[in-house]
């Protein structure tokens, strides 16, 4: 397994390739920059095969319509964040002016759930609070913790959706696994659970 990190968009929100063994891929939050994104893939010759959300801000969704329709591959995201996803307002875009968008899921992140990427497993853990529909994703001792938790913070809850005793509860979930989970979040820089807690 391996991770590509490439923060992208006005924001630097952190899109992720996961990479199994037989250089497939899953794209994690495509917010910016499809062209960059696309690139990388083809500089390190993957395959992508999925596109996942962790929630539908703008900053985590803006450019996976472009790659859905480049590569063909299914985008998922929990489906109380849909809403937000085909709306522009409750998504954030709008703030953009002329650069508003949407983005149209195929199929629906589910807590507990999980998906296969070749030899590689990832679980889904529903942690809401800063969208509805917030999810992490745990791939072996990887969670992609979208903008549940960061490095020494958490999301914000003041945005259309947000909930902070929901947040709260989320956060106490993630802070629970094991302390070597090492944590890769929506901005900024990597961490462990361990030095969360």
């Not at 952190?14 to 994690?28: E, H, Q, V």
């Not at 910016?32 to 999925?50: D, S």
């Not at 990832?122 to 809401?128: N, R």
């Not at 609070?129 to 917030?134: A, L, M, R, S």
Request: charged share 20%; with cysteine; net charge negative.
């Amino acid at each position: 397994m391996k991770i590509i990190t490439l923060p992208v968009g006005m924001l630097a929100a952190n899109c992720y390739l996961l990479c199994s063994d037989s250089n497939n891929c899953a794209i994690i939050d495509p917010g910016a920059e499809p062209e960059r994104i696309a690139k990388k893939i083809t500089e390190q010759n993957l395959i992508p095969k999925m596109i996942l959300l962790t929630h539908a801000h703008f900053d985590h969704i803006g450019g996976a319509a472009a790659l859905q329709e480049k590569y063909g591959v299914p985008v998922w995201l929990h489906r109380s964040d849909w809403e937000l996803a085909l709306d522009p307002v409750k998504n954030l875009s709008s703030m953009l002016g002329s650069r508003q968008f949407a983005v149209h899921p195929d199929r629906a992140l589910e807590d507990k759930g999980q998906l296969h990427l070749d030899e590689i497993t990832i679980g889904v853990i529903e942690t809401p609070g800063h969208t509805p529909g917030g999810v992490s994703l745990l791939a072996g001792g990887a969670l992609f913790s979208g903008d549940t938790l960061f490095d020494g913070g958490y999301g914000r809850t003041d945005f259309w959706g947000g909930d902070w005793n929901a947040l709260s509860d989320s956060l106490q979930k993630l802070l629970r696994l094991p302390g070597e989970t090492k944590v890769y979040p929506g901005h900024g820089s990597d961490t462990t659970i361990a030095a969360q807690r």
